[in-house]
């Protein structure tokens, strides 16, 4: 569905700029000040990760595996930071690395992707981004299951518009009623692909998180459509605080994966590597601008050189 190019690496690079100069420095720095890796120098490296937004529990396990490896480079010469920034980046890659993190829609079942996520995560514009994506393989319809703002359905009936796509809303308060009439009136466009906007929530609102719930059973009852993906959109900004959000939506639903906004230069990003090996995740997409084209697959190792300032 996506073609990789070289630009992906330098727009991820780009984008990531801000935040791998502060760790990659902050890091340079903390092997300047020792010949030799010892426990002070590891706590001030998993100090390092932490101000960039890597859970504890992530920046244990980059830090432990880091210093395995290391045993078989140390000397009593002048440590080699390239090196070592190479060996702490393979980690964070094997950390990053899912067998899941591709959008497969080889299926002659229609297929349904709900898209997840609070208010200002950049939910509606991933899903114009994304049917963008798609339509060059499959008929695609938009699906205004947020009821609860008029406002959202007229920014998706835009994108829906601008992408070329079939936009689906209803009247009906209800979201899961209105998944299920999209479903209905597929099958009289003959749309392929369903991409299925959900009320943005916040994790304390009960009674709209369980309305995921409820439209997941919605499509679950047809035995020719298949819910194919179950994303959550998290904004790049928010950092630690993405993470509680993980915790909220999977309590009510099953993720299939995780896509990543708004990367620009306030993004600290680190806690993209939480997000996936606490949570076991796969990151499946991430959006790195304005443009309708600035919705790209993740790649692990392009990813986690960016963020360490790697070529």
Partial sequence: MFEKTKAFFTAIKEKLSKTSSSLSTSITEVFKKKIKIDEQLLDDLMESLILADVSYKSSERIISNFKDKIKDFETDKEIDKNLYLSL?????????????????????????????????????TTIGKLANI????????????????????????????????????????????????????????????????TAGRLGTNEDLMNELSKIEKVINK???????????????????????????????????????????????????????????????LIGIGEGIEDLIPFDSEDFSKALLGLD
């Fill in 134 to 197: 798609i339509k060059k393989e499959k008929k695609v319809m938009i699906v205004a299951g947020d009821t609860f703002r008029a406002a959202a359905i007229d920014q998706l009936k835009v994108w829906a518009k601008r992408v070329d796509v079939e936009f689906f809303h209803s009247d009906n308060k209800d979201p899961a009623s209105v998944v299920f009439s999209s479903i209905e009136k597929s099958k009289i466009t003959g749309s392929e692909v369903i991409i299925v906007d």
């Fill in 88 to 124: 702490l980046q393979k980690e964070i890659q094997v950390m990053l690395d899912k067998d899941d993190s591709q959008i497969i829609l080889d299926s002659q079942k229609t297929l349904v992707i709900m898209v997840s996520g609070v208010n200002g995560s950049g939910k509606t």
């Fill in 222 to 284: 047809y035995p020719d459509v298949i819910l194919q993906e179950n994303l959550l959109v998290l904004d790049g900004t928010s950092g630690q605080n993405a993470l509680s959000q993980i915790e909220k939506f999977k309590s009510n639903i099953k993720i299939t994966g995780i896509v990543l906004t708004k990367l620009d230069s306030t993004s600290k990003a680190g806690f993209a590597i939480s997000a996936s090996y606490d949570y076991n995740l796969p990151i499946k």
